[in-house]
């Protein structure tokens, strides 16, 4: 049964560092994994997909980048902003199975 | 660009009523499936649907819950006899065939079961 851990569960920075948000899951066979924002009392927000072929993806100061080797994905964030404060997933397939979430907070 | 819908944002109902939960999913999308979220807790898997029939379901999918497709554009979740331990944010997700976006959510509806 595939698990998904999330690392760290919370994170609090000064704007404008760069950090790194990490997930590891237990089932290599994961085909495609995708990380998610969501907001308090929101949605999920479809940030990144890596597909099974792939290695990462970027979108703006957003880069995921994903070993299925070792069963990690890391979310990189760069230049952080106050807007970036949510909570992250990120969910493997398939059936998307979720980890916890890491809280972002970042402050002015 | 295209939403998954999901209505009503919040459904506050009494213990043992039935509650049907509704979604429009993207319009060229074939697999379906309902999530929900304990307050403070995961997301968690409940039921997917392909072909217009369950394709895969978790362990909290018990006789409690149905899935239907009614028509060509709603996707459907009831709660039959609710529980207080049902009291969650219910999503709703949609994919192509391809899996080539990934997997698109709406924005949810809490259910408060009082």
């Known amino acids: 049964k595939q698990e998904v851990t999330q690392i760290p569960a919370a994170l609090s920075v000064p704007e404008g560092e760069n950090l790194v948000l990490n997930c590891s899951f237990t089932?290599?066979?994961?085909?495609?994994l995708q990380w998610f924002r969501q907001d308090p009392g929101k949605g999920l927000t479809s940030l990144l997909l890596?597909?099974?072929?792939?290695r990462e993806q970027t979108s703006g100061r957003l880069n995921a980048s994903l070993d299925k080797s070792s069963g990690r994905s890391t979310l990189y964030i760069a230049a952080s902003q106050p807007g970036d404060s949510a909570t992250y997933l990120c969910?493997?397939?398939?059936?998307?199975?979720f980890g916890q979430g890491t809280t972002l907070q970042v402050k002015p | 660009e295209p939403e998954v819908t999901q209505t009503p944002s919040h459904q506050v109902t009494q213990m043992g009523q039935e509650v049907i939960l509704r979604c429009v999913p993207i319009?060229?999308?074939?697999?379906f499936y309902w999530y929900r979220q304990i307050l403070g807790q995961k997301v968690e898997f409940l039921v997917s649907?392909?072909?217009?029939?369950?394709?895969?379901k978790s362990e909290i999918f018990d006789d409690q819950f149905s899935v239907e497709r009614p028509d060509g554009s709603n996707f459907t979740l009831k709660i039959r006899s609710t529980k207080l331990e049902d009291s969650a944010m219910y999503f709703c997700?949609?994919?192509?065939?391809?899996?080539?976006?990934?997997?698109?959510f709406g924005s949810g509806t809490r259910l408060t079961v009082v």
């Open positions: 997700a949609s994919r192509d065939s391809d899996s080539l976006y990934g997997y698109t």
């Open positions: 089932d290599s066979a994961i085909y495609n």
């Open positions: 890596i597909q099974s072929s792939q």
């Open positions: 969910a493997g397939e398939a059936e998307l199975i």
């Open positions: 319009s060229n999308h074939l697999y």
């Open positions: 649907f392909y072909n217009n029939e369950i394709s895969e």
